[in-house]
T-cell receptor, first 112, second 113 residues
């Protein structure tokens, strides 16, 4: 079936660097794409989402880019901090408030 | 903190037993979804409840069942536990029709031995 997946299982960066986490999706019918952060022992925490009719959305220190031509989603974190260390999941949603289909996740490790 | 609380935080059960996991949704939320997250994997959708009725289900067998109560809290029941049921079980709540965001609890870590 259709799914959301990630290119890189682990990303290691230095504190202060910019991080880019990538995600490939296969269902062009999805309406929303969402990034979640999951720290050890906690549930996924909403970071930012983007509608399928947009190609860029910015939040605080984070930017999500959507390229529908190649079905690619990325999360950019500016000035990465040790507190950003976590597993990041992209997820797709096929309608407002519908269920989420998650990818496998990328672990981000930030060294001081 | 999201306001979604789950209990217990950890649980160990024997194969063949039954288990009930509980979730209190965020205040004002009327929809609850349950997810299973195996180690190193993304969460997988089990089912969703809206106004006490199941209104969506993932690829899980009937021994996974649930309830939603008038106060929108919810239970996940799993019968005839199997070793592969060992996972983190996550509850998420949302206000259906008001947005795309789901808010997750910290989960219940179930170990089946």
């Amino acid at each position: 079936g259709e799914s959301v997946g990630l290119h890189l299982p682990t990303l290691s960066v230095q504190e202060g660097d910019n991080s880019i986490i990538n995600c490939a999706y296969s269902n062009s019918a999805s309406d929303y794409f969402i990034w979640y952060k999951q720290e050890s022992g906690k549930g996924p925490q909403f970071i930012i989402d983007i509608r399928s009719n947009m190609d860029k959305r910015q939040g605080q220190r984070v930017t999500v880019l959507l390229n529908k031509t190649v079905k690619h989603l990325s999360l950019q974190i500016a000035a990465t901090q040790p507190g950003d260390s976590a597993v990041y999941f992209c997820a797709e949603q096929r309608g407002l408030g519908s269920t989420l289909t998650f990818g496998k996740g990328t672990m981000l490790l930030v060294s001081p | 903190e999201t306001g979604v609380t789950q209990s217990p935080t950890h649980l160990i059960k024997t194969r063949g037993q039954q288990v009930t996991l509980r979730c209190s949704s965020q205040s004002g939320h009327n929809t609850v979804s349950w997810y299973q997250q195996a180690l190193g994997q993304g969460p997988q959708f089990i089912f969703q409840y809206y106004r006490e009725e199941e209104n969506g289900r993932g690829n899980f067998p009937p021994r996974f069942s649930g309830l939603q109560f008038p106060n929108y809290s919810s239970e996940l029941n799993v019968n005839a536990l199997e070793l592969d049921d060992s996972a983190l079980y996550l509850c998420a709540s949302s206000l259906l029709g008001q947005g795309a965001s789901w808010y997750f609890g910290s989960g219940t870590r179930l170990t089946v031995v």
